[in-house]
């Protein structure tokens, strides 16, 4: 079974500043999916970012990117010049590639802060 | 795009009462529906996955006669929790897969047994 471990419980980081977000994973699979979700307090489950397994390139979408090793099984996301608007749990998540399995595993997220 | 719409948003219910939960896809249909449990300030858990026309398979742990999960059409599955208790109270969410690894979530339910 995949698991995803998130080691940072709570981090926080001044406005304007670069946070970066710890995660884990171990699967026996090659090709899988790697996700960073965002929850606000509306409990509102939101895509940040997405990685294929298969692909070197990191992802980058604006002022989010990733870090993706895939040796060392490691997957953190970076935010740039944080905004006020990014104060959120953030999960990361493990899909696999199989055709049919479409579960989702969950870290057991990060409570970001930003500090204006 | 498409979305998954869950309702209700809240509900408070007496103990040993049943509260129904569902989730439906609005603009898609959503053969597969996968319930989660979120215990506050924690992550999100996996109970079961609701297929149209066929059985929920539930995750090792989760009683199948508390939490009864039913896939009626392609765009509407329900969770019933059965003679609620206080230790039930939680947070709970749906999601359907969509194309290309999209997900699609329901906006949660915080139930509440008093």
């Known amino acids: 079974a995949q698991t995803v471990t998130q080691s940072q419980p709570e981090m926080s980081v001044q406005e304007a500043e670069t946070v970066t977000l710890s995660c884990t994973y171990d699967t026996s699979e090659s090709d899988y999916y790697l996700f960073w979700y965002k929850q606000p307090p509306s409990r509102q489950m939101i895509l940040v970012i997405r990685?294929?397994?298969?692909?070197?390139q990191n992802a980058t979408e604006n002022r989010f990117s990733v870090n993706f090793q895939k040796a060392a099984k490691s997957f953190s996301l970076k935010i740039s010049d944080s905004q006020l608007g990014d104060a959120a749990m953030y999960f990361c998540?493990?899909?696999?590639?199989?055709?049919?399995?479409?579960?989702?595993?969950f870290g057991t997220g990060t409570r970001l802060t930003i500090i204006p | 795009g498409a979305v998954v719409s869950q309702h209700p948003s809240r509900v408070i219910c007496k103990s040993g009462t049943s509260v129904k939960i569902e989730c439906r896809s609005l603009?898609?249909?959503?053969?597969?529906m996968f319930w989660y449990r979120q215990f506050p300030k924690q992550s999100l858990m996996l109970m079961a996955t609701s297929n149209e026309g066929s059985k929920a398979t539930y995750e090792q742990g989760v009683e199948k006669d508390k939490f009864l999960i039913n896939h009626a059409s392609l765009t509407l599955s329900t969770l019933t929790v059965t003679s609620a208790h206080p230790e039930d109270s939680s947070f709970y969410i749906c999601?359907?897969?969509?194309?290309?690894?999209?997900?699609?979530f329901g906006q949660g339910t915080r139930l509440t047994v008093v």
């Open positions: 603009d898609f249909q959503a053969t597969t």
């Open positions: 999601r359907a897969p969509g194309m290309n690894t999209e997900a699609f």
């Open positions: 990685q294929e397994a298969y692909k070197q």
């Open positions: 998540a493990y899909r696999s590639a199989n055709f049919g399995n479409e579960k989702l595993t």
